[in-house]
């Protein structure tokens, strides 16, 4: 059984910075597509950022580029979301996600269907 906790989350000034961990167990982590995904109260879960599975491609979305970073660590399982001058509007429950299915990075990585896996999710607040 494939599980992915999060952590990290927490109360950040505007213009501050966090870093997010998603930790792996139970699959193939060097073998998924891993993504973040976040979601405000009354919103729609949203795409934030995606890595493919050899670390050679890297997926954003126009509302964090610049400020956000993707990696991931294939001995320790682990994906990370650095997130860097921080807005009230980045407030928002981050997923984890993991695809076994996306094998190519395409404008599929932003659509919650193609994720097989997910976390359970950890806050971010942001004040201004």
């Known amino acids: 059984q494939v599980q992915l906790v999060e952590s990290g989350g927490g109360l950040v000034q505007a213009g501050g910075s966090l870093r997010l961990s998603c930790a792996v167990s139970?699959?193939?982590?060097?073998?998924?597509?891993m993504a973040w995904f976040r979601q405000a109260p009354g919103e729609e879960r949203q795409f934030v950022a995606a890595?493919?599975?050899?670390?050679?491609?890297?997926y954003y979305a126009d509302s964090v580029k610049g400020r956000f970073t993707v990696s991931r660590d294939n001995i320790k399982n682990t994906v990370y979301l650095q997130m860097n001058s921080l807005k009230p509007e980045d407030t928002a429950v981050y997923y984890c996600?993991?695809?076994?299915?996306?094998?190519?990075?395409?404008?599929?990585?932003?659509?919650?269907?193609?994720?097989?896996?997910w976390g359970q999710g950890t806050q971010v607040t942001v004040s201004s």
């Open positions: 996600a993991a695809s076994y299915r996306l094998l190519v990075m395409n404008t599929e990585v932003t659509r919650t269907r193609a994720y097989d896996y």
């Open positions: 139970g699959g193939t982590f060097s073998r998924y597509a």
């Open positions: 890595v493919s599975w050899s670390d050679r491609s890297m």
